[in-house]
């Protein structure tokens, strides 16, 4: 069987440019896959494992959200830029760049899956099915969950992380190293860190403009826009099937994903018991499995 074609590009979004990658046939008549990165400010590299769907029938698009990787960078915007609904808008206007607004697929994973969310409780008439993955649904309840992760972590970590956060100095060798005792426990487990996935942390290392104004330095010391936004209150709009996804030792801890299995109508749960925040990393091939499952539930479903 032939490799699936892949095709790279960009779509104008007002002044700027969103860079995507579509591996697959956008024709081939099932609906692509859209996939939307973590972060804010993250970029595509980290799920690059996802293109693989496209040997298996499923067109998929990969894109930088604005600000980072291939897309327009914009190192002097203001917190007061970075917004949900400019992300919103971004991804509107990818979808009817690339003709595919009548049918697709969403696949978020963390911030994306929130964004993933937000879109899909508008019930646009060309979504045919969500996956929200490692995702929680309200960041006060993420950073309530964070505050517990972060005191399971040993005294002197603890004590290292606090005291830097105090000083405003966690861009310090002696807090990244702190930091990643966290990230080694609930962000990645495979070390060293796949090549992917590095990848994209040093994207955002590189340029941390979007990051830092919506998040904060790090998953666990959100102090940017987002430390208030919350979509509880949306998703029991989403009028799709829905396949939840996180890890036994995820960051997005079964507290903060339970709000959307409570609250979506037509959703089920699946808990990778060696995986953390990348179960498409950590546990591929189960991951995989699942994926085609659930996509070739929907195709049998819109068959029906």
Known sequence: MPAPQIVKGTAP?????????VSGDLECGRPPLVVLHGGPGSTHDYLLPLASLAAAGWPVVHYDQLGNGGSTRLPDRGADFWTVRLFREELDNLLRHLGVSDEYLLFGQSWGGMLAADHAADRPAGLRGLVIANAPASMPLWLREMDVLRKQLPPEVQETLLRHEAAGSTDTAEYFAAMRVFYDRH???ILPWPRD???TFMEINDDPTVYHAMNGPNEFHVIGTLRDWSVEDRIPHIDVPTLLISGRYDEATPATVQPYF???????????EESSHMPHLEEPERFTSVLVDFLSELKEGARG
């Open 187 to 189: 962000v990645c487990r």
């Open 197 to 199: 996935y590095l990848a």
């Open 262 to 272: 409570d609250r979506i109508p037509n959703v089920r749960w699946e808990i990778f």
């Open 13 to 21: 979004f007002g002044d700027h440019e969103t860079w995507f990658r």
